[in-house]
């Protein structure tokens, strides 16, 4: 069995975003397959983890926690003392750390990349973008082996930074479903029954964190561009669910849109359910770099998803059968017609989907 030592630098457990979801199913899967250890931050409640030792040696909640130099000595010991065959080191943040590890040690070093983050901050807004991106580029030239989930991501490292193809592996974001769900059905009535929703009206849904600028965007985009075009469809019955945590406390809870077709269920325990239960999920992202993991979930819960085309980076587009509908950015109109017109999309994702987003094939592929 192969014994990983893995630095997840912020809180992951419970997860609540997208990232934090991919890196505690990621650690998961690869605790049941290997002899793991994960160090991270003392925010994490260890009461949840099951298969890998957890070793709370980060400083929580504090940027200064990426600029540690007792971590040197500390790191170094625990894999001169364990042997460990690899290091995983989660985001490129820990760069200097890890050439410094991987000059006292010897041990192959591997990093896990979710976005191109210079790419994300840039289309936030922050000044600092261009220090991250000489930053982040050196990450990559250290590592002996880059994990994209983003086959785009892969593709720019290699043609714009000049990485070596035979060091870059795409292992994409998993999923914990292996095959098309049989409750979606038991699924939709329960939360239509939640949520008073009649028989004959479609179910849309929106997930995210939303005090994320390009989730809070693509809010501001359903809201306002969006859903304007579809009221203009009196034939057309549908509700639209907005789930997720931190809506800005200026929104009031969406309660002035109450009366046109949207419902806020803020942080719902089982989006599962609320995955299986819609007819269509929207993905109006706009900005923000890397693959957007809450399409991915929803096409393997069997719903089909409208996206722009900024939404839709980095997925494998040719699994998705007729489950992915991509919409030029800014096309409102064009999105809310798709919306109307794919709303009866009910085929079934194709198998391949599954053989390749299923956390236990991607760890498989790791190993």
Same mark, same amino acid.
């Given at each position: 069995?192969?014994?990983?030592?893995?630095?997840?630098?912020?809180?992951?457990?419970?997860?609540?975003?997208?990232?934090?979801?991919?890196?505690?199913?990621?650690?998961?899967?690869?605790?049941?397959?290997?002899?793991?250890?994960?160090?991270?931050?003392?925010? #994490?409640?260890?009461?949840?983890?099951?298969?890998?030792?957890?070793?709370?040696?980060?400083?929580? %909640?504090?940027?200064?926690?990426?600029?540690?130099?007792?971590?040197? *000595?500390?790191?170094?010991?625990?894999? #001169?003392?364990?042997?460990?065959? $690899?290091?995983?080191?989660?985001?490129?943040?820990? /760069?200097?750390? &890890? !050439?410094?590890? %991987?000059?006292?040690?010897?041990?192959?070093?591997?990093?896990?990349?979710?976005?191109?983050?210079?790419?994300?901050?840039?289309?936030?807004?922050?000044?600092?973008?261009?220090?991250?991106?000489?930053?982040?580029?050196?990450? +990559?030239?250290?590592?002996?082996?880059?994990?994209?989930?983003?086959?785009?991501?892969?593709?720019?490292?290699?043609?714009?930074?000049?990485?070596?193809?035979?060091?870059?592996?795409? @292992?994409?974001?998993?999923?914990? =479903?292996?095959?098309?769900?049989?409750?979606?059905?038991?699924?939709?009535?329960?939360?239509?029954?939640?949520?008073? =929703?009649? &028989?004959?009206?479609?179910?849309?849904? +929106?997930?995210?964190?939303?005090?994320?600028?390009?989730?809070?965007?693509?809010?501001? &985009?359903?809201?306002?561009? =969006?859903?304007?075009?579809?009221?203009?469809?009196?034939?057309?019955?549908?509700?639209?669910?907005?789930?997720?945590?931190?809506?800005? &406390?200026?929104?009031?809870?969406?309660?002035?849109?109450?009366?046109?077709?949207?419902?806020?269920?803020?942080?719902?325990?089982?989006?599962?359910?609320?995955?299986?239960?819609?007819?269509?999920?929207?993905?109006?992202?706009? *900005?923000? !770099?890397?693959?957007?993991? %809450?399409?991915?979930?929803?096409? /393997?819960? !069997?719903?089909?998803?409208?996206?722009?085309?900024?939404?839709?980076?980095? @997925?494998?587009?040719?699994?998705?059968?007729?489950?992915?509908?991509? @919409?030029?950015? #800014? $096309?409102?109109?064009?999105?809310?017609?798709?919306?109307?017109?794919?709303?009866?999309?009910?085929?079934?994702?194709? $198998?391949?989907?599954?053989?390749?987003?299923?956390?236990?094939?991607?760890?498989?592929?790791?190993?």
């Amino acid at each position: 069995m192969k014994k990983i030592l893995v630095i997840a630098p912020y809180q992951y457990l419970p997860y609540f975003s997208g990232g934090q979801k991919l890196v505690a199913q990621f650690l998961d899967h690869l605790g049941r397959a290997t002899d793991l250890t994960v160090i991270s931050v003392s925010d #994490n409640d260890a009461s949840i983890i099951k298969p890998y030792k957890h070793l709370a040696w980060l400083k929580k %909640k504090s940027f200064s926690r990426y600029f540690d130099v007792s971590l040197t *000595s500390k790191i170094t010991g625990l894999i #001169n003392k364990e042997k460990f065959d $690899a290091i995983i080191w989660e985001h490129p943040y820990y /760069a200097w750390l &890890a !050439g410094t590890i %991987k000059r006292r040690t010897g041990i192959k070093t591997i990093l896990h990349i979710h976005n191109i983050e210079y790419q994300r901050f840039r289309s936030m807004g922050k000044w600092w973008w261009p220090i991250l991106k000489i930053y982040e580029q050196r990450a +990559f030239h250290i590592a002996d082996e880059i994990l994209f989930i983003s086959p785009d991501d892969k593709k720019f490292a290699i043609e714009k930074w000049g990485i070596k193809e035979e060091k870059c592996v795409e @292992i994409a974001f998993g999923v914990e =479903i292996s095959k098309y769900p049989d409750d979606r059905d038991s699924s939709k009535k329960a939360v239509q029954t939640i949520h008073q =929703i009649s &028989a004959n009206e479609r179910i849309l849904l +929106f997930n995210g964190l939303l005090d994320y600028k390009p989730n809070l965007d693509a809010l501001f &985009a359903i809201l306002k561009e =969006i859903n304007p075009i579809m009221l203009n469809y009196p034939d057309f019955k549908y509700k639209i669910i907005i789930c997720g945590k931190r809506l800005p &406390a200026g929104l009031n809870e969406l309660r002035e849109y109450a009366d046109k077709n949207i419902i806020y269920a803020g942080f719902v325990p089982d989006i599962e359910m609320y995955f299986k239960a819609a007819d269509l999920f929207l993905n109006p992202v706009q *900005s923000g !770099g890397g693959i957007k993991t %809450k399409m991915v979930e929803a096409i /393997a819960f !069997g719903t089909t998803v409208i996206s722009t085309e900024t939404g839709a980076i980095g @997925i494998r587009r040719e699994i998705c059968g007729k489950k992915l509908i991509v @919409i030029q950015d #800014n $096309a409102w109109n064009d999105f809310a017609l798709a919306i109307i017109k794919n709303v009866d999309n009910a085929g079934m994702t194709p $198998a391949v989907y599954y053989e390749h987003y299923y956390w236990g094939s991607i760890v498989r592929k790791i190993l």
